[in-house]
């Protein structure tokens, strides 16, 4: 069982910055792809942005050109810059982590991020 830790949420003013970190277990490379999902009240979970274990990125149409995805293997840690952001980018943020050979999808403790206009 994969464990993920997120750190990094907070509260930030419209137009500022905020980098998560997620935390894995175990070798993100062992992980086929690891990603970041937000809810909002009142809404369900979407997906943010994605990285795969040969460093593959691909984002969300919301937050393209604003968001950047990346990793360091060397701790184990995938990140999610988020710039330029948004009140409507205010949500609890949630890391995930996919495995495809034998199905198995992780989930985070989720860190909350509020973008105040």
């Known amino acids: 069982q994969v464990q993920l830790v997120e750190s990094g949420g907070g509260l930030v003013q419209a137009g500022g910055s905020l980098t998560l970190s997620c935390a894995a277990s175990e070798s993100i490379f062992s992980i086929n792809v690891m990603g970041w999902y937000r809810q909002a009240p009142g809404y369900q979970r979407e997906w943010v942005a994605s990285?795969?274990?040969?460093?593959?990125?691909n984002y969300s149409s919301s937050v393209k050109g604003r968001f950047s995805i990346f990793r360091d293997s060397a701790k184990n840690t995938i990140y999610l810059q988020m710039n330029s952001l948004e009140p409507e980018d205010t949500a609890v943020y949630y890391c995930?982590?996919?495995?495809?050979?034998?199905?198995?999808?992780?989930w985070g403790q989720g860190t909350q991020v509020t973008v105040s206009s």
């Open positions: 995930n982590g996919q495995r495809t050979a034998v199905p198995q999808n992780y």
């Open positions: 990285i795969t274990n040969r460093a593959k990125t």
